[in-house]
């Protein structure tokens, strides 16, 4: 049984970003209207190699980014990130006021206690995972 559920996934894995895990995702719940929404969580480099994340997506919206917020001449500034590198071992944090996911165009309007389908791209591979929304 254990050998065939490797095998059912193993295509999944091989496709993967090696080593990359999403802790605690979340996509925060729009305000009614709101077509930019913004996902949160702990991306990790679990793998033994350094891991740049190239591109971000999702399911059901038109377009994602990478954006970090700063505080530039006592000024709130949004600026997208091409990539994220981490080395392996390290972790680096989505956090509302901080970097974090950009969600556009979404297809269908989300509520809070739907899931969306976080995806993450290093060098053509892609990991994807299930986050709730919250309020």
């Known amino acids: 049984m254990r ?4 095998l059912l996934l193993a295509p999944v894995a091989a ?6 895990e999403l802790h605690d ?3 925060r719940a729009p305000l ?6 913004a996902a949160y969580g ?5 793998g033994a190699s350094v891991l740049r994340i190239d591109g971000f997506g999702a399911d ?3 377009m994602a980014m990478l954006h970090e917020t700063r505080l530039e001449n006592g000024m709130s500034r949004m600026r997208a990130r ?3 590198v981490l080395a392996p071992g390290k972790s680096a944090t989505l956090a509302p006021g901080g970097m974090h996911l950009m969600l556009m165009q979404p297809a269908a309007a989300l509520k809070a206690g739907d899931r969306a389908q976080l995806r993450f791209a290093c060098s053509g591979r892609e990991s994807r ?4 929304v919250r309020p």
């Open 3 to 6: 050998a065939l559920l490797w």
């Open 15 to 20: 496709g993967a970003c090696p080593g990359l």
């Open 25 to 27: 995702g979340w996509v």
């Open 32 to 37: 009614p209207g709101a077509d930019v929404l």
């Open 42 to 46: 702990e991306l990790r480099n679990a």
């Open 60 to 62: 059901g919206f038109g």
């Open 82 to 84: 091409d990539a994220l």
């Open 129 to 132: 995972f299930a986050v709730p």
